[in-house]
């Protein structure tokens, strides 16, 4: 692993050291790959965590608020639209997956599909699961990334759900939070339209899903 001075780590990604220092202070795991050698050694490759992408600034919650909205008020008026059937489920998280690695729209789908058949080969007897997913390109580097809903109807398996996905992706950057309907979060995955291989939704229980 190549590593650079964090000086010269923060002008290659045009970031501040504190910015820097603070995205460490929540993401551990990566922080342990950081040493010393005289001043604080950072692995280039950390470079790609720091894209608009996948950092979650204050300016770039804004700009999903908005375009949630507006999706939200597009798909009431479309009272037909998939997406607003999406939005009156039940969901337990949201989650993001940036992936390490500069993955294809086939390979992003792949990867959604075998961890929910990893999470459904475990679970799949003593709960109910629904995971519905996007994919969608970065902005500044190659590749695409995820973003998805899951339910899971035991809350006293949710800890260890979460252990479990972060664990399937554990080369990779993982996001996520307790999801709020009122952020509107399935409409925001849902802003470039649902197409193709772009997304999909998955469950053992979709047939007793109430809309």
Not at 138 to 165: C, K, M, P, Q, S
Request: aromatic share 16%.
């Amino acid at each position: 692993m190549k590593y650079e001075k964090i000086n010269d780590f923060a002008k290659r990604v045009k970031k501040s050291r504190s910015t820097i220092y603070r995205f460490y202070d929540k993401n551990n795991e990566l922080f342990e790959q950081t040493k010393i050698n005289g001043k604080r050694m950072i692995p280039t490759i950390h470079a790609r965590y720091f894209d608009s992408e996948v950092m979650f600034d204050e300016n770039k919650i804004l700009r999903q608020k908005n375009q949630s909205m507006k999706n939200l008020i597009d798909c009431l008026v479309d009272k037909d639209s998939l997406t607003k059937d999406f939005w009156f489920m039940d969901w337990s998280f949201f989650f993001t997956v940036a992936y390490k690695n500069d993955r294809n729209k086939k390979s992003c789908f792949r990867m959604m599909n075998a961890m929910y058949d990893s999470l459904i080969t475990k679970y799949g007897d003593i709960t109910g699961i629904r995971i519905f997913f996007t994919t969608e390109p970065f902005t500044n580097r190659a590749g695409y990334h995820n973003h998805f809903t899951i339910h899971i109807e035991d809350i006293n398996l949710h800890n260890e759900v979460i252990n479990d996905i972060r664990n399937f992706f554990s080369y990779d950057r993982v996001d996520y939070g307790i999801y709020d309907k009122y952020q509107a979060g399935v409409f925001y995955m849902s802003k470039d339209g649902l197409v193709n291989e772009d997304w999909d939704i998955l469950g053992n229980n979709l047939s007793n899903v109430k809309k």
